[in-house]
């Protein structure tokens, strides 16, 4: 999986937290999920991605890290899971998955993106809906939340593979 | 000098994204606002009420921000009406074409209260 794709995702979900959440972000070290489609969060936004590429963007909450983030984003606490949560992790994955794009076309590698889809649920699966390696990369959001962000990309008419350089850190 | 009574209606699909605009308009000091999940349920509000100004999303199901803002200009009733469009991508192409469709501003997701007032102050100066 080329890097030159990854960093873009990474760069949209801190800018997206940091302005719209006003939350900080800690960016963990990246991996390969393995076969496992369990969630590694409490409530996941998932959408597909087509173009050069297609794949898919997941971005998967903890429980503590949405309420926090949905909190932050309404300016009034949020303490339970509901549908304005449910939503809010779908406008959220929107966001980042736009922002991303637009950093991915301005590089010459143009994805179009459908609506994005919310699970929520202890131990919910994430079905990728293309075969591909899927790299997971972890903050910490706040204090003690955590999010994942799952990015699956393969050439759209190749499934080469490419061994990642280190990702780049956001400053 | 901007209006704060003006009439606003804000368009999204995402109740979250109509709930932080809301937040953002009445932290601006703008309280008459109301709220359409997408293109055709804000044409028919602006086909039915006195509106002031539109704050539209981009992408949303049965009619996308760039629509509704064409179905507004070619309205000799709606025309008038100045439309913010709010996206989360912000592509070239996408921009000249609603430029082309008579769009006065435009705004990035994410973006902060202070970048919209800037926005509406930008397109209400013109």
Redesign the interface.
């Given at each position: 999986m080329d890097v030159t794709f990854i960093n873009p995702f990474l760069e949209a979900a801190v800018?997206?937290l940091q302005?719209?959440a006003f939350t900080e972000t800690q960016v963990g070290t990246p991996f390969f999920k393995g076969k496992t489609p369990l969630s590694q969060g409490d409530v996941t936004g998932i959408v597909g991605l087509t173009g050069n590429k297609h794949g898919s963007l997941a971005v998967s909450f903890s429980e503590a890290a949405i309420l926090q983030v949905v909190s932050n984003?309404?300016?009034e606490a949020c303490k339970e899971m509901n549908d304005?949560v449910r939503?809010?992790v779908?406008?959220?994955t929107?966001?980042i998955?736009?922002?991303a794009?637009?950093i991915l076309?301005e590089q010459g590698h143009?994805l179009q993106a459908a609506?994005p889809t919310v699970i929520d649920g202890k131990g919910h699966k994430i079905c990728h809906p293309f075969p591909g390696p899927v790299l997971v990369i972890p903050f910490v959001v706040g204090e003690e939340g955590r999010c994942f962000l799952e990015v699956c990309l393969a050439e759209s008419d190749t499934r080469q593979v490419r061994t990642p350089k280190s990702p780049r850190l956001p400053n | 000098m901007t209006n704060h009574n003006m009439k606003i209606v804000t368009v999204d699909?995402?109740?979250?994204?109509r709930?932080?605009i809301r937040?953002m308009l009445r932290q601006l000091g703008y309280s008459n606002i109301v709220e359409a999940e997408d293109g055709v349920e804000a044409l028919s509000l602006l086909q039915r009420e006195k509106v002031d100004f539109v704050i539209s999303d981009w992408?949303m199901?049965n009619m996308n921000g760039l629509d509704l803002l064409k179905a507004i200009r070619a309205d000799e009733n709606l025309k008038p009406i100045p439309v913010l469009l709010v996206?989360?991508?912000?592509?070239?192409e996408y921009i000249v074409e609603a430029v082309k469709a008579g769009v006065n501003n435009y705004v990035?997701?994410?973006?902060?209260a202070e970048t919209l007032q800037e926005k509406i102050d930008t397109i209400f100066k013109n």
């Open positions: 800018n997206v302005t719209m984003m309404f300016g304005d939503d809010a779908g406008e959220i929107n966001m998955c736009g922002n794009r637009r076309a143009p609506i | 699909d995402f109740s979250t994204m709930r932080i937040n992408n199901p996206t989360a991508e912000a592509l070239k990035v997701k994410p973006f902060t």
